[in-house]
Nanobody, 123 residues
């Protein structure tokens, strides 16, 4: 199971850090990712990580502003979001799939999803 948290209301230019706690030890064999979905839009890949080696990939839409990381001693994944913009407003989801050591950006590749956490950026 995945449990996402950390969303909230923030002004443009501000920062938030999202967390995703993974139950069990399956995360060690997983590729994990953050997606987001804005109202009326499709779910969009934001960032991904191959847990076993820590390799990350950030989408161009947030590159330079967002960073994905894993907790050093806990089964927790983070999304650090800086310089937030109103267009970043969305429900953010964490997701996991059995690792193939390739970060895939399509939502349909991920079998496990957290419940989502809402991020609202005001202008």
């Amino acid at each position: 199971q995945l449990q996402a948290s950390g969303g909230g209301l923030v002004q443009a230019g501000g920062s938030l850090r999202l967390s995703c706690v993974v139950s069990g030890d399956g995360f060690r064999r997983s590729d994990m990712a953050w997606f987001r979905q804005a109202p009326g839009k499709e779910r969009e890949f934001v960032a991904g990580i191959i847990w076993s080696v820590g390799y990350t990939y950030i989408s161009d839409s947030v590159k330079g502003r967002f960073n994905i990381s894993r907790g050093s001693s806990k089964n927790t994944m983070y999304l650090q979001m800086n310089s937030l913009r109103p267009e970043d407003t969305a429900i953010y989801y964490c997701a996991a799939r059995t690792s193939t050591a390739v970060i895939l950006t399509g939502a349909h590749y991920y079998a496990y999803w957290g419940q989502g956490t809402l991020v609202t950026v005001s202008s």
